[in-house]
C-alpha cells in the first residue's frame, strides 16, 4: 500500500511547509555561500518549478534487450547504465528496510528534507571547518540522481552532481515540491531504481543480479544489507573486488540499524552479522560483441540492428540521439531472423570452417513481401580481438593493418557504412525490369554481336564473356546466358539512368564518390557500363531488391526485427510525413514496377538456374543451370562476376525466400577470387533455399501475361 504522510495534528500543511523551509535557513548557514544568492528570485524559482515537473515523469536510464525469435531468450543486452525498472511490489521488503536504514532513518517521518538531519549537519559541519555531512534524505537524493539522469548536456550534468552548497539548497527545495505529488512508497520505489551499487549496476534489479545473480524479490537480509551499505561509497565496500572486510563492517553497520528501527529482532540481527558476505557474480552481457555464447554467429545479424535502429528518425533527430535511445530506452527488440534459415546460410558459407580464407563469402536472406531479412552468415568470426588476424591482403595497407579474418566486426554483408563489392551481371535485372516497365515486351530480340560498339555511349565497345554468346537473343535467352552485349544495347534503348533509378527505387545506395557522381542526374544517362555491374552492392541490398521481383513488384525496405516494444510494453511507433502513427517494426512496402513487369522479369530469370520459364526460351544453355535440380522447385536468379574474377556472385529466389550470396577479399578488391571460386556463391544460394524450405508446400511463380510477352 502507498504511504503518503499527513499533516501532523492541528497543524496545517503550510505552516508544516515553512516549518521546513526553516530548515533551508539553517542549510544555508551551515552552507555559507547559499546565503547570498537570492533564491527568492523569480527567474530561480521558475527554473526549479520547471526541473520539479521534469521529475515528476522522469524515468530512470534503463537496459534494452535483444530476443531470439522465440521473443524470450536474450541474446544480449544494450545500455550505458544496466537497468531494468523494479516495481516496489517486486522487491524484497528486506531492501525497502536496508536502504532505509543506512541513508534515511527518518524517511517516513519527514516531507523530504529532515530538520533534525539538517541540524546535525550544522553541527557536524561547524565543528569540521567544512562539509562533513550532508544531511541528505532518500528524497534529495532521489532529486539528485533524477536531475542526472534527465540531463540533456554536460552542464546540466555537472549542476546536478556538483558539490556546492547551492546545488544542496535547491535539491531541498525540490524534495519538499516532489514530496507534495509523490507518496513515500513512490520515492522510494525511484530511488531503489535510480541507486548507483558499483560493477555498472544501477538500480536494485542490476546490483542483485551481478552481486548475487538473483532477482530482488528473493534478497535475504544479509544481502540486501550489503547492497545497502553500497551506495555510500560503491568502491569502498566492494564485497567482489576489494577488501571485504569493509564491506563487512558496513554491511553489519546496516544490520545494526535495521535492528534498531525494528526491522529485525536482535538474534537475527546477531545471526546475519555471523555470516560471511558470499556473492555470486553474474557479468551482463552488452552489444554484440558479447552476444550469447550458444548464438555467437548472429553477431553480424546483431550489429546490422544497430545500424539499422541508427537509422530510424522515431528514435531521434541524429545517429547519436538514436543510439544513445537504444542504451537508455528499455527496449524489447524481437529479431526478424528465422532460426532455421540462419542455421541453413552457416553451414553452407562455411562460417564456422572457413573463417580461415582472406575471401569472405557471405550470405543474405530475405522475405519477399515483408523485408524482413531471415539470415546473415558470413566465414568470419565476429569479435573484437584482432590479434590473431594476420597482415592485410591489401599492398597499400601497411604492415601494422590487420587483415578481416578470422575475427572482425566489419558489416560485411551490408547495412553499414562500407561499400560492398562489385556485382557484376546480376545488376543486368535492373535494365530488364526498366525496360519492361516502359512497355516493352520478354520477346525483345537483337542480334548480339560477340563485341558491341556503342554510339551512345561514346565508342564504348564492351564484349561478351564467350564467342557463344553470339547471335539473336532475347530477354529470356539474353538473362539466361548473361549476354553483355545484348543488355547494354538494352540499356541504350530504355536508358541507363532508368535503370540507375530503378536499382534506386529497389533500395540500392551509391556510397563511393565514384558510384555518386555516375549515378547522379548529370551523368546516369551516359553510365551504360551500370548494366554490367561495375558499382559496388551489398548482398543486403540485393537479396532485398530481388526479393521485391518475387513479390510482383512491391519492395519492403529491409527489416531485421519483428517487433519493438517499449518499456511501457506498447509498440515504438513513427509518424509518416502525411501524419499517419505506425509500428516501427512493420513493414514498409511500395509498388515499384507493376505486376506484370516484375512476374516478366522472373520469367526471363528462370533462365539462369535451369528452371524453365512458363512462357518463353531460354536458349539452350544458362549460367548456373544447376540451381534448378538442387532446390527442386522454381526457382529464378542471376549469376554475377566481375573483371578478371575478382567477386563472384548468384541471387536467387523463390516466391518464398531471396538470397544473395558473395565472395570477395574485402580488404583487396583486386585480390581475385578466380574462376575455380565463381561455383561458391551459386552453390550456397541453391543449398540454402533447399534447407529453408524443406518440408514447405512448392509454390508456382505467376506467369506474365500475353501483352507483356510479345
Known amino acids: 500500500m502507498s504511504y503518503r504522510p499527513l499533516a501532523a495534528a492541528g497543524r496545517s500543511l503550510p505552516l508544516l511547509r515553512a516549518g521546513l523551509i526553516t ?19 523569480k527567474a530561480t524559482a521558475h527554473a526549479l518549478e520547471h526541473k520539479t515537473n521534469i521529475l515528476r515523469t522522469a524515468m530512470p536510464a534503463e537496459t534494452s534487450y535483444l530476443y531470439a525469435p522465440d521473443g524470450k531468450t536474450v541474446l544480449t543486452m544494450f545500455y550505458e547504465e544496466y537497468r531494468q525498472y523494479t516495481k516496489l511490489s517486486d522487491m524484497s521488503p528486506n531492501i525497502q528496510q536496508a536502504i532505509i536504514a543506512a541513508e534515511d ?41 533524477a536531475l542526472r539522469d534527465s540531463a540533456t548536456t554536460p552542464k546540466e550534468v555537472q549542476e546536478a552532481t556538483e558539490q556546492t552548497s547551492m546545488r544542496k539548497i535547491k535539491e531541498m527545495r525540490m524534495a519538499l515540491d516532489i514530496e507534495e505529488d509523490l507518496t513515500k512508497d513512490e520515492i522510494l520505489e525511484r530511488y531503489l531504481n ?71 529482532s536482535p538474534d537475527a540481527a546477531a545471526a546475519a552479522k555471523a555470516e560471511p558476505i558470499r556473492t555470486r557474480v553474474t557479468v551482463p552481457a552488452n552489444d554484440c560483441a558479447a552476444i550469447n555464447t550458444k548464438h555467437v554467429t548472429w553477431g553480424f545479424y546483431c550489429d546490422y540492428v544497430k545500424n539499422w535502429w541508427s537509422a530510424q528518425p522515431a528514435f531521434g533527430q541524429n545517429r547519436l540521439e538514436r543510439m544513445d535511445k537504444l542504451r537508455r530506452g528499455g527496449y524489447r527488440i524481437v529479431l526478424a531472423l528465422d532460426p532455421k534459415v540462419q542455421a541453413a546460410a552457416e553451414q553452407n558459407v562455411g562460417a564456422k570452417e572457413n573463417v580461415g580464407s582472406p575471401f569472405a563469402n557471405g550470405i543474405v536472406v530475405a522475405e519477399p513481401g515483408t523485408g524482413r531479412i531471415k539470415a546473415m552468415a558470413v566465414n568470419r ?12 591482403s591489401n599492398p597499400e595497407a601497411g604492415p601494422n593493418i590487420k587483415a578481416n579474418y578470422p575475427n572482425t566486426v566489419a558489416p560485411l554483408l551490408g547495412g553499414g557504412t562500407l561499400p560492398g563489392y562489385q556485382a557484376g551481371s546480376t545488376f543486368k535485372m535492373f535494365p530488364m525490369l526498366a525496360a519492361l516497365d516502359a512497355g516493352m515486351p520478354l520477346s525483345t530480340a537483337f542480334d548480339s554481336p560477340h563485341r558491341y560498339h556503342s554510339e551512345v555511349y561514346d565508342g564504348w565497345s564492351p564484349s561478351n564473356a564467350s564467342g557463344a554468346m553470339t547471335g539473336r537473343q532475347t530477354m529470356w535467352s539474353g538473362f539466361g546466358k548473361s549476354v553483355n552485349t545484348y543488355f547494354v544495347w538494352l540499356e541504350e534503348q530504355v536508358g541507363a539512368d532508368r535503370a540507375v533509378r530503378m536499382a534506386e527505387q529497389l533500395g540500392l545506395r551509391w556510397r563511393t564518390d565514384v558510384d555518386r557522381e555516375h549515378a547522379s542526374p548529370a551523368k546516369a544517362k551516359k553510365w551504360g557500363a551500370f548494366t554490367l555491374g561495375v558499382s559496388d552492392a551489398t548482398p543486403l541490398e540485393m537479396a532485398n531488391a530481388y526479393a521485391a521481383v518475387a513479390a510482383d513488384g512491391r519492395y519492403c525496405e529491409a527489416i531485421p526485427v519483428n517487433s519493438i516494444t517499449k518499456r511501457d510494453g506498447t509498440p515504438a511507433t513513427y509518424r509518416t510525413a502525411s501524419g499517419i502513427e505506425r509500428e516501427v517494426a512493420k513493414p514498409r512496402c511500395r509498388q515499384v514496377v507493376s505486376a506484370d513487369a516484375a512476374r516478366a522479369a522472373t520469367d526471363a530469370a528462370r533462365c539462369p538456374t535451369g528452371d524453365t520459364p512458363a512462357r518463353g526460351s531460354c536458349g539452350g544453355w544458362s549460367t548456373a543451370d544447376s540451381v534448378r535440380g538442387t532446390v527442386g522447385r522454381p526457382v529464378a536468379g542471376k549469376t554475377g562476376t566481375t573483371d578478371s574474377t575478382r567477386s563472384a556472385w548468384f541471387v536467387g529466389y523463390t516466391p518464398e525466400l531471396a538470397a544473395a550470396s558473395f565472395i570477395a577479399d574485402p580488404d583487396n578488391p583486386f585480390n581475385a577470387v578466380g574462376d575455380g571460386q565463381s561455383q561458391i556463391p551459386i552453390q550456397a544460394v541453391a543449398n540454402t533455399l533447399k534447407a529453408a524450405l524443406k518440408g514447405t508446400p512448392v509454390r508456382q511463380f505467376t506467369p506474365p501475361s500475353d501483352q507483356i510477352v510479345g
Open 381 to 392: 568470426n565476429y569479435s573484437l580481438d584482432l590479434s590473431e588476424n594476420g597482415p592485410s
Open 23 to 41: 530548515g533551508l535557513v539553517v542549510a544555508a548557514l551551515a552552507y555559507p555561500l547559499a546565503a547570498a544568492t537570492g533564491l527568492g528570485a
Open 194 to 264: 535510480s541507486a548507483y551499487f558499483g560493477h555498472r549496476a544501477y538500480g536494485i534489479y542490476a546490483a542483485a543480479q551481478i552481486f548475487f545473480s538473483k532477482t530482488p524479490a528473493t534478497l535475504t537480509p544479509v544481502e540486501a544489507a550489503t547492497l545497502a551499505g553500497l551506495v555510500k561509497s560503491p568502491s569502498e565496500y566492494d564485497p567482489i573486488t576489494s577488501d571485504k572486510k569493509a564491506a563487512t563492517g558496513r554491511r553489519n553497520y546496516v544490520l545494526d540499524r535495521m535492528a534498531q528501527l525494528g526491522y529485525l
Open 105 to 145: 532513518n527518518r524517511f517516513h517521518q519527514h516531507r523530504g528534507v529532515d530538520p533534525k538531519g539538517v541540524a546535525r549537519a550544522f553541527v557536524a559541519n561547524a565543528h569540521s571547518s567544512g562539509v562533513s555531512q550532508g544531511a541528505s534524505t532518500i528524497t534529495m537524493q532521489y532529486v539528485r540522481m
